[in-house]
């Protein structure tokens, strides 16, 4: 039971490492975006997944020449292991505040690949002997 419930979460991480790496090499060709509502959206670009939202009534698409913008003016910066938050405004000229997380597709990868690797105890009991 063990052994099957194994090859289970090995073949469905493998499926989901070749998904992310599918998304990862389309993103430096093509932008996705993904609207859950007017001002939250989630893209695809440039080797990772931004989440943006926005005080505005619809969030505006930014482009990777956009973001590097954002950081340069950001008020609130903050970067740890491939992994950006990013806030920006609100400006007396610009009252819209945003808010950008940007997490690259090598670090989904690699949570994914770890996922049957989960429980260190199972693997010694998986052993054929």
């Known amino acids: 039971m063990k052994r099957r419930l194994f090859t289970l979460a090995s073949a469905f991480s493998l499926l989901l490492v ?20 007017p001002t939250v959206l989630l893209q695809s670009t440039g080797g990772g997944i931004n989440l943006i939202t926005s005080t505005r009534r619809q969030v505006y698409v930014p482009d990777n020449h956009d973001l590097d913008e954002f950081r340069s003016g950001a ?18 000229y610009d009252p819209i505040e945003w808010t950008v997380i940007r997490i690259p597709y090598y670090l989904l990868a690699a949570a994914a690949a770890g996922l049957p690797g989960g429980n260190s105890n199972l693997a010694p009991s998986l052993a054929v002997r």
Do not use: C, H, K, Q
């Open 75 to 92: 008020s609130l910066r903050w970067y740890a292991a491939g992994v950006e938050y990013l806030r920006y405004g609100p400006l007396s």
């Open 18 to 37: 070749a998904a992310i790496l599918t998304l990862w090499v389309r993103s430096y060709a093509v932008m996705d975006d993904l609207r859950f509502a």
